[in-house]
Nanobody, 122 residues
Framework: QVQLVESGGGSVQAGGSLTLSCAAS?????MCWFRQAPGKEREGVAS???????RYADSVKGRFTVSKDFGKRILILQMNSLKPEDTAMYYC???????????????????WGQGTQVTVSS
């Protein structure tokens, strides 16, 4: 059973940056960062598959970057130019081979971390 542990969340002012990390006990074909704000559905933020294909939510394009540290088995989410609407619990998830159209959908992902809170103040 793959285990995922997120870290790096915190509080930051609008315009600031945070780097989230997800330590994985093993790599799966597809890894993704999701977020969920209170009262809202969980949404895909940034994904990367085994071929190096990226997909980003429109709301974070140009501000967030997802990457892998293969040696340490860490999935990284660099978040720049943060906005108050980025405030949410951020989760790391892993899954098998997932169609590009479903990369940001939570349904295909079988393993989830416990989440790390990101709060952006105006």
């Amino acid at each position: 059973q793959v285990q995922l542990v997120e870290s790096g969340g915190g509080s930051v002012q609008a315009g600031g940056s945070l780097t989230l990390s997800c330590a994985a006990s093993a790599w799966r074909n597809t890894m993704c960062w999701f977020r969920q704000a209170p009262g809202k559905e969980r949404e895909g933020v940034a994904s990367i598959d085994q071929w190096g294909t990226y997909r980003y939510a429109d709301s974070v394009k140009g501000r967030f970057t997802v990457s892998k540290d293969f040696g340490k088995r860490i999935l990284i989410l660099q978040m720049n130019s943060l906005k108050p609407e980025d405030t949410a619990m951020y989760y790391c998830a892993s899954g098998g081979s997932i169609a590009w159209t479903d990369l940001l959908s939570p349904a295909p992902y079988s393993t989830w971390g416990q989440g790390t809170q990101v709060t952006v103040s105006s």
